[in-house]
């Protein structure tokens, strides 16, 4: 490291600032595009002090909606958005948690040849198989429903993964202790194998409510009812749908009210979150 | 309290592996087993095919008068104590102690009585609401024991349970150990590679090599009278010296006494005198190659007059010789080993 060198300091410093000054001059410009007047942001010349209409701004989106836009109130697009993300996440993870216990635990015939289905899916993107999944999802009658949003995007190879390696670095002898102990598999699961994925569980509950809540291609694909349009998409259509200019005083107020469901998940669970990532308790 | 019983016990691997090759061995009821063996002997194997961690491809194995080869471990009316303590990390010492016997659905009053036994019993009375990590080696050892001795079990089985400690620590739990032990009169089984631990926990020491009994016996039988040349090499630090007969042979000193069939005699390093006993004795001369002292008492490495491996001779006390003076060796008939190559077995006369 280098000690006591206020160059090297100074040099650290600049480049950080810099680069935190690049990520979040975009996010600063959003939020104060979203307190001006109407037509302010179409001048041309940009605004970098707030302006004095954000209580109206927002008011306007929270309690009126864009209707000529062809978006629904925002409260509910984010009712959406939560739902969808609680969804997704939660059963990611229930999903995930009992697959990884199954591949890690027993020892079924072709054991190896599912963890290797599971893990080559890790390759294939939402995207990749969107066309034979709307058409699943079609027949089975579930356009527009919260089941049609989350069930298609709850697999999840990397939960899987993620969860199996915990699992393994978990001590042999830890089972036995359990088996000794008269828990069956089960209660060796719920009891030993939970308690111990806490912090794992709650790293893997951040990324993929953000997953969830940052989804677009697929709501936009099978919702064409506006009482289950989420916000990400919301957004879209009101850039598009307007038959006049888009009113961006507006759009930038609704995206700073979407993103800050995901910020304060991350913000409650921050001391989780990053022990999980990091910790291997033993 | 129970007696375990072993029926021509087998463990084969999927892969074809034999780990157990047949092991009958009657252990009475409050009785202390200790397995001991070199790794790979099959000795972790067999302990956890008692504890039913491990299933038994043959033979019978019956915990008092019970047949268990196929009852789950918690079925099986056993406690276990592991080599990493297994202690449930994200539980408290008292739930550590609690969470078998609450399987087992002992009423709440019963289990609190029980872990507050057996916490002072191992005096980690202060540390119940504690969490394993907030513990020091030692205390985890005992938590583990804890664990154990809140199931009242039948029998107790321990695997290498004190080999995480450092050496002081052993000493002092090994004490312990066997004091309970008796205290409690539970039928145990003990697996350890340390042989000091082997010789001082031991009822009875049974010495297995590639997955059989080389020997059962008191530890003191076992290192009087080795039955085998493995045994003889492996009880006994430092190792017994092995000489070949034909040396003796040639140098005249071929006891008669020896039964036939003799080829190889063993003496213990304590065995070898530097001054010549009034029994009959058989004598040798040597050069020393190196003096360990080592406090109350000291090996002296000796290579024996036209023979290149070197033996070890054990005395009290400090050497008075020095490296490379030539020392005279006397060792009484009475303790020498006779044994046969061929066999590898003691030859009895």
Redesign the interface.
Known sequence: MVQNDRFGTFLAHLILILGVGIVVFPVYVAVIASTHAPGTFLQGVMPLLPGSHAIENYSEVIFQGRSTAGAPPIGLMLWNSFVMAMMIAVGKIAISLLSAFAIVYFRFRFRIFFFWIIFITLMLPVEVRIVPTFEVVANLNLLNTYAGLTIPLIASATATFLFRQFFMTVPEEMLEAARVDGAGPMKFFKDILLPLSVTNIAAMFVIMFIYGWNQYLWPLLITSDESYYTVVMGIQRMVTGADSEPLWHLVMATVVLAALPPILVILFMQRLFVKGLTETEK | MARIVMDDLHKVYPGGVKAVTGISLDIADGEMIVLVGPSGCGKSTLLRMV???ETITGGTLSIGDRVVNTL???DRD???V???Y??????TVYNNLA??LR??GVAKPEIERRVQEAAAMLQIGDYLQRKP?ALSGGQRQRVAMG?ALVREPSAFLFDEPLSNLDAKLRVQMRVEIRQLQKRLGTTSLYVTHDQLEALTLADRLVVLNAGQIEQVGTPMELYQRPETLFVAGFIGSPAMNMIEMAYLRDRGAAPTTLPGGTDLVGMRPDDMLLTAPAAPHLSLNGRVVLLEPAGAESHIYVSLDGNDQPITVRIPGLPTMNEGDPIPLHVPLEALHPFNTASGRRVSA
């Open positions: 504890a039913g961690l789950e471990p918690a056993i406690a276990m592991f080599q990493n297994a202690l449930y990390p994200h539980m969470y078998g399987n087992q990590r664990r």
